[in-house]
């Protein structure tokens, strides 16, 4: 069964940094197709729509939403089947639940990892 499971969401204060990571796992991510895929890392803030805030591709060539350009980093680990997001100088309104999913997007997805930015 495909998973897709976030981790390391916190409380912070503003200014702060933490590291997300999404491990998946299943016949979708097996072998070496993990590596040809393009993945994302979204966040969905209360009353708000999911929104796409980081991408990675083959080859690790990756965008950012001008949001959160210069503060975070997505990075992946095709061995582990694993993708990060490094957040740092974090602001309250990067307070969500921060998700990942392949792109384009799976219909599954994953419980999601709470960020609190609040002092």
């Known amino acids: 069964q495909e998973q897709l499971v976030e981790s390391g969401g916190g409380l912070v204060q503003p200014g702060g940094s933490l590291r997300l990571s999404c491990q998946t796992s299943?016949?979708?991510?097996?072998?070496?197709?993990?590596?040809?895929?393009?993945m994302g890392w979204f966040r969905q803030a209360p009353g708000k729509q999911r929104e796409l805030v980081a991408r990675i591709f083959p080859y690790s060539v990756t965008y950012y939403a001008d949001s959160v350009k210069g503060r975070f980093t997505i990075s992946r680990d095709n061995r582990k089947k694993a993708v990060y997001l490094q957040m740092t100088s974090l602001k309250p309104e990067d307070t969500a639940v921060y998700y990942c999913n392949r792109l384009p997007e799976f219909r599954f997805w994953g419980q999601g990892t709470q960020v609190t930015v609040s002092s």
């Open positions: 299943g016949i979708a991510f097996s072998g070496d197709v993990f590596s040809t895929y393009a």
